[in-house]
C-alpha cells in the first residue's frame, strides 16, 4: 500500500507561471518531508524538505507547504523556467526505518512539463 | 567533493545470471541506500548500510543482497535475475545516520534482463 503517494503523474504549465505539485501521504507517524527532482539519465536531486513541525518553507523560488491535519504537501515553483522541466519526487522517511534517516518512501513522482 | 559514483552505467544479463553493482558514496558519507526505480512501482527502498552493517531492508526476496566495505563502499548482489528485475539501481549516500534525512543519489545503473 502507498504511503506517499503523487496522483498526477504529468504537469504542463507555461514558462513564467507557478507550478503547484501535490503529494498526499497516508502514515501520520511521518514528521519529515522531501522533494527530490530528476532528469533523464540522473539520479535523484535533494531539492527541499519540511518538518512536520513547520506548515513552510521556502528556498529562492520552491516553497513546500505541509497540511498536518489533511496529510497533504504541495512544492509551489515561481516562476516556472525551462530548467524545471524534470519529474518531482515526493518522499518521507520509509517505514522500514521508523522514520529514521536511512530509507525514505517515494511517490511514483509528477512529470513537470515547463511550456515556452 | 565528487559525488555519489555508480559502476557499470549499465548492464545487460540473461535471466538465471547473477550480477553486482558498486556504488561509492561521496567522502565522509557513512551510510549507503540502494533503491529499484521501475515504471511501475516507481522508487522503491532495497536496503541500507552504515558501518558495514546492513541495518535496514525493504521488502524485498532474499535474492537482492547487499554489503559494505571499511571504506563505505557497497556493493549490490542480485542472484538468478528474473526479467522483473529490469530497472534503474540507485545509490544513495547521506551523513551522520539520524540527524539528516538528505540523501544524495548517484546516476544509477540500468539494468536489463533478456
Known amino acids: 500500500d502507498q504511503q506517499v503517494k503523487q496522483n498526477s503523474p504529468s504537469l504542463s504549465v507555461q514558462e513564467g507561471r507557478i507550478s503547484i505539485l501535490n503529494c498526499d501521504y497516508t502514515?501520520?507517524?511521518?514528521?519529515?518531508f522531501l522533494w527530490y527532482k530528476k532528469y533523464p539519465a540522473e539520479g535523484p536531486t535533494f531539492l527541499i524538505s519540511?518538518?512536520?513541525?513547520?506548515d513552510k518553507n521556502e528556498d529562492g523560488r520552491f516553497t513546500v507547504f505541509l497540511n498536518k491535519s489533511a496529510k497533504h504537501l504541495s512544492l509551489h515553483i515561481v516562476p516556472s523556467q525551462p530548467g524545471d522541466s524534470a519529474v518531482y519526487f515526493c518522499a518521507a522517511p520509509s517505514e522500514y526505518s521508523g522514520g529514521g534517516a536511512d530509507g525514505l518512501t517515494f511517490g511514483k513522482g509528477t512529470h513537470l512539463i515547463i511550456q515556452p | 567533493k565528487a559525488g555519489v559514483t555508480q559502476t557499470p552505467r549499465y548492464l545487460i544479463k540473461t535471466r538465471g545470471q547473477q550480477v553486482t553493482l558498486s556504488c561509492s558514496p561521496i567522502?565522509?558519507?557513512?551510510?549507503v541506500s540502494w533503491y529499484q526505480q521501475t515504471p511501475g512501482q516507481g522508487l522503491q527502498f532495497l536496503f541500507e548500510y552504515f558501518s558495514e552493517t546492513q541495518r535496514n531492508k525493504g521488502n524485498f526476496p532474499g535474492r537482492f543482497s547487499g554489503r559494505q566495505f571499511s571504506n563505505s563502499r557497497s556493493e549490490m548482489n542480485v542472484s538468478t535475475l528474473e526479467l522483473g528485475d529490469s530497472a534503474l539501481y540507485l545509490c544513495?549516500?547521506?551523513?551522520?545516520?539520524?540527524?539528516?534525512?538528505?540523501?544524495?543519489f548517484g546516476p544509477g545503473t540500468r539494468l536489463t534482463v533478456t
Open positions: 519540511i518538518s512536520s513541525i513547520k
Open positions: 567522502s565522509g558519507h557513512r551510510s
Open positions: 502514515n501520520s507517524m511521518f514528521d519529515y
Open positions: 544513495a549516500s547521506s551523513t551522520l545516520a539520524g540527524l539528516s534525512y538528505e540523501q544524495y
